[in-house]
């Protein structure tokens, strides 16, 4: 590098402040961390996590630190964390519940198309009435030896 303008290298133009070490609390949860934490404790941290929101936003309307604005990103993403693992809880135990029975309320039943749903199934389809099954024994399919 030349020199610059000044006597300072281009070097120390370029220098960049160092990157602020993440606090314990600053680290994002980990979705694999929260399946292993009971629903309560779930609903328990999800509450921290908006009363920790909300200082955050209290702080950003007051002029608050740069590293305090980067954090509701970060606290955000948690919550959103927090409220996939719970919801894939719920209805988890909703599936178990319900297992056997004849009837599962909409959202557990398979999505498919609208037209597949309502489609008849094979065992269906391929249903004889008794008048057709009697005809079929009666008059089966002829059997010809064609020879050349």
Same mark, same amino acid.
Do not use: C, H, W
């Given at each position: 590098?030349?020199? &610059?303008?000044?006597?300072? &290298? $281009?070097?120390? *133009?370029?220098?960049? @402040?160092?990157?602020?070490?993440?606090?314990? *609390? %600053?680290? !994002?949860?980990?979705?694999?961390?929260?399946?292993?934490?009971? @629903?309560?404790?779930?609903?328990?941290?999800?509450?921290? %996590? $908006?009363?920790?929101?909300?200082?955050?936003?209290?702080? $950003?309307? @007051?002029?608050?630190?740069?590293?305090?604005?980067?954090?509701?990103?970060?606290?955000?993403? @948690?919550?959103?964390?927090?409220?996939?693992?719970?919801?894939?809880?719920?209805? *988890?135990? *909703?599936?178990?519940? #319900?297992?056997?029975?004849? #009837?599962?309320?909409?959202?557990?039943?398979?999505?498919?198309?609208? $037209?597949?749903?309502? &489609?008849?199934?094979?065992?269906?389809?391929? %249903?004889?009435?008794?008048?057709?099954?009697?005809?079929? &024994?009666?008059?089966?399919? !002829?059997?010809?030896?064609?020879?050349?």
């Amino acid at each position: 590098f030349g020199s &610059s303008v000044g006597g300072t &290298s $281009k070097l120390t *133009a370029l220098r960049v @402040s160092p990157v602020p070490k993440r606090s314990a *609390a %600053m680290v !994002r949860v980990k979705a694999y961390e929260l399946r292993s934490k009971t @629903s309560k404790e779930l609903l328990k941290e999800l509450d921290d %996590m $908006k009363a920790e929101l909300s200082q955050l936003r209290v702080a $950003k309307v @007051s002029g608050g630190a740069a590293s305090k604005l980067a954090k509701i990103k970060i606290v955000r993403k @948690s919550i959103a964390r927090i409220l996939t693992v719970y919801n894939q809880k719920q209805k *988890a135990e *909703a599936r178990k519940q #319900y297992k056997g029975k004849k #009837y599962q309320p909409l959202d557990l039943r398979p999505k498919k198309t609208r $037209k597949i749903r309502r &489609s008849l199934t094979t065992e269906q389809k391929f %249903m004889k009435t008794p008048k057709q099954k009697t005809k079929n &024994s009666n008059f089966p399919m !002829r059997r010809f030896a064609v020879t050349m």
